[in-house]
Every structure is written in C-alpha cells, then in structure tokens.
C-alpha cells in the first residue's frame, strides 16, 4: 500500500475525509506513486498535525493553496496534501477540478469509486477531457498541466478541450511565475521533457511560458548546424537526457560526473535536472545577436554573454532561487569554451588551469553540455568535429573531476606574504600576481615558496618596466 495514504488512515480513522485527484487515477492505472491529495471536512490544519505525529512526519501550510497543508515525511518518501471541501458535497468539490480523470475519489477509509463525470472510462479510453468548459478560465495554469499529462500518461487530448486550452493559454502570462515554474519543471525533468515541450507548445502555450524558446524558430543559422535555433535547442535537450542514460561519449570519468550531476542544487532539481534548463537556455540570446559577414557567413557574436544575462532574466520571471539563475547563467557564459580549445590541442597545463578556473563551480555540468551541444550540430564535417571534441571534453571532464574533489593547489604563499616580499601594498596588483602563481604552480612551473616569490618579482617588474613603457 501508498506509504502516505496508510498512514493518513491510521492516523485520520473516523475522519470524513477521500482520496482524490492523481492518487485515484494512478491507482487506477496501476501506477506506483508517494504523493496522495485528501480532502476533508471540518480542520484541515488539525487532521495534518495529527497526521504528522502519527508519522513522525512535518506538517505545514501551503502558501498557494488557500487551507491546505502538506504533511511530508521527514525522509521525503511520501507526502500528503489535505484540502478543506470545496462546495457543500463532494461532487461540488470535483466539480471544480481540472480533468476528468482527476475528478475521481474513493474514502479514505475504503468504499467505492466516486466518478460523478466519467473519468474511469476516460481513463480507459486514454484521454484528457476538461471537466467543465470554464475549467482553464478558472485557472490558466491548467493548459501547462494538460501538456504535462498528455506526455507523461501517453494519452491524447479530447478536441474541445485542446481547443479551450488554446484559448485560453494567452492567459498563462497572469499566473505568478512561481507556480508556472513549479509546472515547467515537472516538464523539464520529466521522462521526455522535449515531448513536454513541443505538447505546451501545441498547446499554445510556449510564446506565454518561454518566449525566448518560441523566438529561436527558424533562426537559420551557419552551414555546420543541420537545424534552426530552435529544433537545435530541443535537440541539445535530447542529448543531455540521452547521457544521463548512456554516458558512454563522456569516456571513463563518466560514472563519477554522473554521481556529481545526481547531487541537489536548488529547487528541488539535481545538478542533471539543472543542466536540462541550461540546455533549455544556452543559445536563448542567439535571436538578438545573429549577424553575417560580408561573405555570407552567419555569426552569433557574444551570444554566451548575452544568453546568460537572458537565462537570469528567465529564472527570475519564474521566481527560481537565485542560486539556480546564477548556474544556469553560468552553464550558458561558458557553454563555448571547449569547443574553443579544440583548436589548441594538445592542450597545455595552463589552458586546462584557465578553463577551471573561468568555468568553476560549474566546470564539470558545463563539460557535459558542450558534448551534449557537440553532439547536437551535425551539418558540415560533424563526424570529425565531434571526434575532436569529445577527446577535448573527455580530458577536460577528468580535470574537472579532479578540480571539484580536490580544488586548486594550496598556495605557496599567502597575499600577505607576497606584499612584504615585494614590498608592495594591498591591492589589484596582489590579486594578480597570485593568480599568476596559482597557474604557474598548477602547470608545475614552480613548485616552492622560494620559486613563487622569484616568479612574482620578476612578473612584477616586467609589469612596472611595461608601465613606463605606456606611459
């Protein structure tokens, strides 16, 4: 038995209280699930206390639901959301639901189905059907949760409620961010978040959600990409869900980027989920800095740049935590950088040193997005180009591996110790001079205190010699 739904009825015996909504339907469906959806008459805060201590569980008030509270395990297993009734029966209650197969309900001490609008047989005929015609109307929020579920139950959508969907969509803009992310990233780290995609996009509404990625349409872009903009995002996405599963292009480092990417960062996304959104973003400003040169050939000048200040802008309209803006900013500045250094092969101590440090915290994540967007551009002389940059990010992933466990060298000496070696006073010229020693010493140039302070005199003077030089 749904760890959540025996503990609510131990706990809440007595109670008048149902099941509803996605635990029915996934009951139905056979499907295994940790999340169950009560509601209940009389005090929903006390139900949830009381089920919280029989549990040993938390229990909290939900900001965006008026009256309901989350009871959620402490290991985060299962969690139960409790509902006050809506309306004077149960049928009133779901009757304000979105889809008919969401409209179900059983007692939470056990008894029949209650399906007052024929959500079994939708469920057996495999689709969505509204439950009312203003079902969108009373919240926009639900076109994103109908493309949601279309992908992820693999059912097809009845065509008047695709149509009110549409309709409504444009409406999608007045929903707080947050709550439209909250459904965004159930897409993106779902099973197929491309399906989810082009689904909100039938829908109509991806020019409401992400206007950034509906403006990549038929940006055409050099003869080295097979696809526009956009199909070249969604197709970047493929990738990265596709090396989640088989990491094989990433070489013998890839178990331990894939234990990395299966850390939590923000949100309640892991490193992996995060990587999807900068996959979703990395090439979001090539719409506004596409140009051509006198022959011809198409350019994306400073697009790294633009597209993480692009990707901030995003994540903060959908009220994301500033430590998953600042990420996904990040994966989108560096997004290039391997690529790059192709051309500089072998690579040298110190282009690997300039590549950490530029690309740090994020220099494992943004290694797999640059296999990942390799991988995806496939026109001229792709077999080749993909060739050579695998061996590029290859090497560079076991640096970066290296670089997350271990950090950069413990320094020879400190700022402190360096200003009274060379007689100079805090400031810029430190900070310099330091980072200086820091690449010499990674590359194994220098290796005592004795050659970093010879190193930094002598950097030092060149610079005073350039100085009057300029001057």
Known sequence: MNAALSAARGALAGAEAWVVGGAVR??????????VDLVARGDVADLARRLARAAGASAFALSDAFGAWRVSARDRSWQADLMPLE??????DLARRDFTVNAMAR?????????????????EARHLRMVSGGAFAA??????????????????????????ARRTAPRLVEVPGERAFGELKLIVAGEDPVAGLLALDSAGALE?????????????????????????????????????RDPAPLGPQAPAALAVLAEPLADELTRAQALRFGALLHDAAKPHTRGETSEGRV???????????????????????????????????????????????PLSPRDVHAYL????????????????????????????????????ARELLGEALRWRADGPPPPLLRGDELA???????????????????????????????DAVALARRLAGEAADQGVADG
């Open 107 to 123: 007692p939470l001490a056990g008894g029949d189905l209650v399906d007052p609008f024929g959500g079994h047989g939708d469920l």
């Open 26 to 35: 996934d009951e139905l469906l056979g499907r295994e699930t940790d999340d």
């Open 357 to 392: 440090r530029a690309c740090e915290p994020v220099e494992v994540d943004v290694t797999v997005l640059s296999v990942a967007d390799r991988l995806a551009t496939r026109g001229d002389r792709a077999d080749e180009a993909i060739a050579n940059h695998l061996q590029i």
């Open 139 to 164: 919240d926009p929020l639900r076109v994103m949760r109908l493309a949601r579920l279309a992908v992820a139950l693999g059912f097809d959508v009845e065509p008047a409620t695709r149509d009110e």
């Open 420 to 450: 009274a070696e060379l007689g100079l006073r805090p400031g810029p010229e430190i900070g310099r001079l330091l980072r200086e020693l820091e690449a010499a010493q990674f590359a194994r140039e220098i290796g005592s205190r004795e």
């Open 208 to 244: 409401a959600v992400l206007p950034e990625l509906a403006a990549q349409r038929g940006i055409a872009q050099n003869r080295y990409h097979h696809l526009d903009v956009h199909d070249h995002t969604l197709e970047v996405l493929a990738q990265v869900v596709a090396l989640e």
């Open 87 to 92: 309306g004077h029966t149960l049928e009133d």
């Open 299 to 345: 350019t994306f000048m400073g697009h790294d740049a633009r597209g993480a200040e692009l990707a901030r802008e995003v994540l903060g309209r959908l009220r994301a935590s500033q430590r998953l803006r600042e990420h996904v900013a990040a994966l989108t500045l560096h997004h290039l950088r391997a690529g790059f250094l192709v051309h500089r092969r």
